[in-house]
């Protein structure tokens, strides 16, 4: 008898010690719906309140996630989502605030708010962000807030209408773009004092920024253009001040190189406008171009004049390009590296970018 209790209780342990392990291993696995999802940001139309994000998942395309879920609309104008860990956060810019969700289930976790005009947000440390806010006409910041409490804990003042950011060799890069002025600079942090560095002078218009493989910050600028009204109001014409340009900077000496100097002002009136992987720049001008990162002939990978945004699809290494076409439906479509088309999907209004983890 004792021998078989002491086999009985030896199973027991040994089926404990497994349940154990197995519990132990889910945990550490992504939960919800949407934990292998590809996003999709759609702006929605200005002061409609219509912003919302898509999800491409196991079941196929869902639309309109943060609603569905949280019963409340998301707001007006997403102009960009950031995934940090198991949050993602979400800017919706013209309702003045950035909305927290879990990642996986997409469920509210808070709203950052007493924002002006926020447009992007990154990674400070495991217990801070980063977010770019302003329009040119004040409040031109980038904001510390803390992801747990989602208060403002410190700011750093940047140029006119600090836009998109990245990180390289513990810094910020931050475009200033203007907002509803123009600026032509990038305001460099350092990401520990938060002490500016250098501003940096680019092209007019610095719209994008990424980071190539060698941890140089590339700089799309779109280039300035004036428009001319005379005193009753009525439109003059436009002139042409800048083209675009394309920079790179050196991480660590602030240097400057210059790409590629366009003869013209790129064709695409988003400022998602810039993508790189391995070696090769894509940027928007008139459909998808892709350049090497020396520089050198452009060549189009797809034409199409109604591009408003491009991503990397992070899983699959191909490109996201975002479509508005007049009248019609606005889409996401995923191109393999020679233009062939690996997915097409119709989404909501103005697909601003694609976030996949």
């Given at each position: ?32 719906e949407f934990s292998s999802a590809t996003f ?31 019963d409340r609309p998301l707001g007006d104008v997403a102009n960009s ?277």
């Amino acid at each position: 008898m004792k021998r078989n209790i002491f086999r009985l209780s030896t199973l027991l342990l040994a089926s404990a010690a497994i349940l154990t392990s197995c519990n132990k291993d889910d945990e550490n696995k992504p939960k919800g719906e949407f934990s292998s999802a590809t996003f999709i940001v759609c702006e929605g139309n200005f002061s409609s309140n219509d912003a919302d994000v898509y999800a491409i998942t196991k079941e196929g395309l869902q639309k309109d996630i943060f609603a569905e879920t949280n019963d409340r609309p998301l707001g007006d104008v997403a102009n960009s989502m950031k995934i940090i860990g198991n949050k993602a956060y979400i800017v919706v810019n013209n309702s003045q605030k950035v909305e927290v969700v879990n990642a996986n289930t997409f469920e509210s976790e808070g709203t950052i708010k007493d924002l002006s005009y926020p447009r992007y947000v990154e990674k400070r440390n495991d217990n801070e962000i980063f977010i770019s806010n302003g329009n040119g006409f004040g409040s031109d910041y980038v904001y510390v807030v803390n992801n747990t409490s989602l208060e403002k804990v410190d700011s750093v003042a940047t140029g006119a209408g600090p836009n998109a950011m990245v990180i390289s060799n513990g810094k910020l890069f931050v475009a200033n773009m203007g907002g509803f002025t123009n600026d032509n600079t990038i305001t460099v942090i350092n990401v520990k004092t938060l002490a500016v560095e250098k501003t940096i002078t680019v092209g007019d218009l610095p719209a994008d920024l990424e980071v190539d493989n060698n941890g140089n910050v590339l700089v799309l600028c779109k280039g300035l253009s004036v428009y001319n009204y005379d005193a009753a109001g009525n439109y003059l014409g436009s002139e042409v001040v800048s083209n675009s340009t394309l920079v790179k900077i050196d991480a660590n000496s602030l240097s400057t190189t210059t790409i590629k100097d366009f003869d013209h002002q790129i064709s695409c009136y988003g400022e998602n406008v810039l993508a790189y992987k391995n070696g090769t720049i894509y940027y928007l001008d008139g459909g998808l171009i892709s350049l090497s990162e020396n520089g050198g002939n452009a060549t189009t990978v797809v034409e199409d004049y109604n591009v408003y945004g491009v991503s990397i699809d992070s899983q699959s290494k191909n490109i996201w390009v975002l479509a508005t076409p007049y009248g019609s439906a606005h889409t996401a479509t995923l191109y393999n590296a020679d233009g062939t088309v690996a997915q097409a999907q119709t989404v909501g209004n103005y697909p601003k970018m694609v976030v996949t983890k």
